[in-house]
Each structure stands twice: as structure tokens, then as C-alpha cells.
């Protein structure tokens, strides 16, 4: 009797989500602990449960990818057209026709494979290396040797390698915005919760490929790889369906209106001139072929083509990946977007374009996190300059000092913050300003808090 109500008891822990079980509960289902798995049972369960990569589907030929741009009804008017121009002897005719397709075919290929290097971005959103703790020893570790039930050790500015339960935290921010859209940071904790919860909160938790802005906490981890949260973004990424834009459905119809009109002349001028004018059928073929070609709109593949290309160009330049040559047409046709809130249609960065003190007023140039920009005063014939000014400067000492967010350049050369988004503004405002406040011995601060909405050092 007691092992029925004991084996419901662990049925029922296992049914409730992670976010709900106290952290013993959770080392307890994971067969771990504190000090994390051993050396041994980590290989153990790596070879069990796979590397902690994001799944990738099998490569498809480069010659299939490029055929599949044959499959379109003006694509198969025009072969038929060069065909039938072959058999006639039109060799000049024949190779133009083809070499119509041939380009219109390169074009959509190497757009395709451009974007595709992209989109493949999401891969690198795993972490490359996890600090864990093993048999009681914390060492650093490949992020895809990590196994469900390792102890990770989270710091500022990392990257979080696996959806992890927290059981030890201090003052951990983390940023979730490629996971929720929220452009603030959310605090954590180690609680157990009550009720459902949606993603966003679910505090005792902490997400693969979300980033630490300030804090540290140690957690244990619950999934990995294709069944993190990122993962399930990625294989929804591999589901979607592919539907016909507004513009191939139009070329569709137009194709089979062209290929049935064709057929129908064809037949028209064969039934007229055979029966009717009784001419030969060697002329009256020649005859009917030729009105075939010449029904043909051979340019108008390459048309659609060069004018999509050109709008893809066009979005690159505005860093926006187009996969497909099409899409460009279908964004065009959008008359109404639906979104919720501004962190879902931005990149999750803030920029101070405006400063005001109570004497003056101050405008910043410069987009981004990079630290390039001026501080000019609204009114130019005042003759201020933002680090000779003395209210402007004390300002932009103390945000430079009262911080706890970084600027980095990666290997990429782009700008990043480590910290919050605001912030990170304001330390880029700061660098903007030029203003230099010496090598500064931290004392105590007073961390940020919404009641009271500031912070001291």
C-alpha cells in the first residue's frame, strides 16, 4: 500500500513543470546534486541524451536547390519554347530562351544560399563554454558536452548554455528578450512557484540563449539542446509550411491562362488552316509552332526576377534577411501589422537622443551601443560643450560611476552591453561625453529598485 501511494506521489511530481518543484525536488528527479554529477555519470548521460547543440536537418544538394528554381509554369513554357525552337533549328532563339531561365534560376540560388548563412545565426546562440561544478570541482567545460542534471555556475555577461532551474541565487538579471520580447531585465529567483505560469514568468528559471546582465547563481540543468525553450523555437523554425505568395499565385494563373490560350491558338490556326485552306502539313506545323514561340513571354521571368532582386538589396541594406526572392512582394502587400509592444520590433538596445538639465538642453547623435557620437546643445550659438560644462559634466560622471553595465566589442566588431539595456544607454552616453572620472574604489552601493526608482554608489 505504501509503495502504490509512494510510485503516485513521484507520478504527480513528474506531471507538475519544473518551476513548481522545490529545488530538492528537482536534484531529487534529476539523480543529482549541489555538488553536481561526477566526471563518469556526465559521459554517461552525454552518450544517452545527445550533445547540447540545437538539431540541424540534413543539408539538401546544392544542384537540387538550384533545380528547384525550374519549377515554375513560365519556367516550363519557356523550356517547351526552346525545345520546339531546337527542333526547328533556331539556335540563336534557343540559347537566349535558355539563358532567360538559366539566370533567373542563379539569381533565387544565390539569394537563397546568402540568407540561408544567416538564418543559421540562431545555431550560434548557444553558449560555447559553461562554468559547472562536477564531483564537487567547478571546471569549465564545452557547452555541448552539458547533460541534464549539471550544476552551472552563472555570471555576468554570460551566456546561458541550457534551461536551468535556480536554486542559488544573488541579484541575478537576466535578459529574456529573444524568448519574450520584454526589453527590460527580469529578476530571479530560487522560490518554488504556484500555478501556471507563461514563460516570461517564470522567475526560478533561467533559459537557453538568454544572457546575464548582472548577478550570479548557481542552477541545474533541466533540459538541453533541441528540448530547451530555443530549441522548440528552432524546430517550429524547421516545421513551417511553405505557402504561395500573392505574386506566385498571380504568375500561376497567368502561366496556365498563357498555356491554355497557346494550346487553344494552336489549335485554332491548325483546324482553320488544314481543313479550311488546305495547306501542307509541313508549312501549317512550322506555321504552329512558330505562334507558339512568339506567344511565349520569355523576358517576363527574368523581369520579375531583377525587380525582386533588387528589392531584396534594398531590405538587405536595412539588415533585414530575405530568403526568399518572393517574400519581398508579400511584405509589400501587408496592410496591417499586429504586434504588442516595442521590445518585439527592435533589437533590444536603448540610445539617449536627448538630454535635459535644468538649465539646458542637450541633443545626441549616434545609434546603437557603439560609442561614437556627439553631445551638441540644443541651441548652437550657446557655446556649450558637454565636457566643459559643469552641470553636464558632474551628470555624465555620475552615470559613468553610479553603473554596473560594460562596453564590449566582439570579435565581429560590433558593439555589445553587458548589463541592462538603460543602463547600457547611459554608459554609452557617458563615452560619448568623453568625460574621464580616474580609477574610482567602490565603498557600498544601493542597488536599483523600482519603489524608490534609483540607485546610489
Known amino acids: 500500500m505504501n509503495n502504490d501511494r509512494k510510485t503516485l506521489q513521484n507520478a504527480a511530481l513528474k506531471a507538475r513543470p519544473w518551476y513548481q518543484h522545490r529545488s530538492e525536488a528537482v536534484f531529487a528527479e534529476l539523480d543529482s546534486s549541489p555538488q553536481g554529477l561526477s566526471v563518469d555519470e556526465a559521459q554517461a548521460r552525454l552518450a544517452k541524451n545527445g550533445p547540447n547543440t540545437l538539431p540541424q536537418k540534413k543539408p539538401q544538394p546544392a544542384w537540387l536547390k538550384f533545380l528547384a528554381h525550374f519549377n515554375d509554369m513560365l519556367i516550363y513554357i519557356l523550356l517547351a519554347a526552346a525545345v520546339i525552337t531546337a527542333i526547328m533549328g533556331h539556335w540563336v532563339d534557343t540559347f537566349v530562351i535558355l539563358g532567360v531561365a538559366v539566370i533567373n534560376a542563379f539569381i533565387g540560388f544565390i539569394q537563397e544560399s546568402n540568407a540561408e548563412k544567416s538564418l543559421k545565426g540562431i545555431?550560434?546562440?548557444?553558449?560555447?563554454?559553461?562554468?559547472?561544478?562536477?564531483?564537487?570541482?567547478?571546471?569549465?567545460?564545452?557547452?555541448?558536452?552539458?547533460?541534464?542534471?549539471?550544476?552551472?555556475?552563472?555570471?555576468?555577461?554570460?551566456?546561458?548554455?541550457?534551461?536551468?532551474?535556480?536554486?542559488?541565487?544573488?541579484?541575478?538579471?537576466?535578459?529574456?528578450?529573444?524568448?519574450?520580447?520584454?526589453?527590460?531585465?527580469?529578476?530571479?529567483?530560487?522560490?518554488a512557484l504556484e500555478g501556471d505560469k507563461s514563460l516570461g514568468d517564470r522567475l526560478n528559471l533561467a533559459f537557453s540563449g538568454t544572457t546575464v546582465s548582472s548577478g550570479t547563481a548557481l542552477g541545474v540543468a533541466i533540459a538541453t539542446g533541441r528540448n530547451t525553450e530555443l530549441g522548440h523555437i528552432n524546430e517550429m523554425m524547421g516545421n513551417i509550411e511553405t505557402a504561395k505568395t500573392p505574386l506566385l499565385l498571380q504568375i500561376d494563373k497567368l502561366g496556365k491562362a498563357i498555356f491554355a490560350a497557346i494550346l487553344l491558338m494552336m489549335a485554332g490556326l491548325f483546324v482553320f488552316g488544314y481543313l479550311l485552306r488546305d495547306i501542307p502539313l509541313a508549312s501549317l506545323a512550322l506555321s504552329v509552332i512558330s505562334l507558339a514561340v512568339a506567344a511565349v513571354p520569355e523576358g517576363l521571368p527574368a523581369i520579375i526576377s531583377i525587380i525582386l532582386s533588387l528589392g531584396v538589396q534594398s531590405m538587405a541594406r536595412k539588415n533585414a534577411i530575405i530568403r526568399k526572392l518572393p517574400t519581398v512582394e508579400t511584405l509589400g502587400a501587408m496592410s496591417v501589422i499586429c504586434s504588442d509592444k516595442t521590445g518585439t520590433l527592435t533589437m533590444n538596445e536603448m540610445t539617449v537622443k536627448a538630454v535635459v538639465l535644468a538649465e539646458s538642453r542637450w541633443r545626441v547623435s549616434g545609434d546603437s551601443y557603439e560609442p561614437v557620437g556627439e553631445i551638441v546643445p540644443e541651441t548652437p550659438d550657446s557655446g556649450l560643450i558637454a565636457a566643459q560644462d559643469p552641470v553636464m559634466s558632474r551628470f555624465l560622471a555620475a552615470i559613468d560611476i553610479c553603473n554596473e553595465s560594460q562596453i564590449q566589442q566582439d570579435a565581429a566588431g560590433r558593439w555589445r552591453i553587458v548589463g541592462g539595456p538603460t543602463e547600457g544607454a547611459l554608459k554609452v552616453l557617458a563615452a560619448k561625453g568623453g568625460v574621464k572620472v580616474g580609477q574610482q574604489q567602490l565603498v557600498s552601493k544601493l542597488p536599483f529598485d523600482s519603489l524608490y526608482k534609483y540607485m546610489a554608489v
Do not use: W, Y
Request: proline share 6%.
Open 123 to 191: 545555431q550560434n546562440m548557444l553558449s560555447n563554454e559553461a562554468v559547472v561544478v562536477r564531483g564537487g570541482e567547478i571546471m569549465t567545460v564545452p557547452g555541448e558536452t552539458l547533460v541534464p542534471g549539471d550544476v552551472v555556475m552563472l555570471r555576468p555577461g554570460d551566456r546561458i548554455p541550457a534551461d536551468l532551474r535556480l536554486f542559488e541565487v544573488h541579484n541575478l538579471r537576466v535578459e529574456e528578450a529573444i524568448l519574450t520580447g520584454e526589453s527590460t531585465v527580469v529578476s530571479k529567483s530560487s522560490e
